[in-house]
């Protein structure tokens, strides 16, 4: 469905945010 892949680009942004500005 195309609410998959909305939520899994969303999901992607967020942790790629945690890692890039909180981890590393």
């Not at 195309?2 to 909180?22: K, Q, S, T, V």
């Amino acid at each position: 469905a195309a609410g998959e892949g909305a939520m899994a680009d969303a999901y992607a942004r967020i942790a790629r945010g945690l890692i890039d500005g909180g981890m590393a």
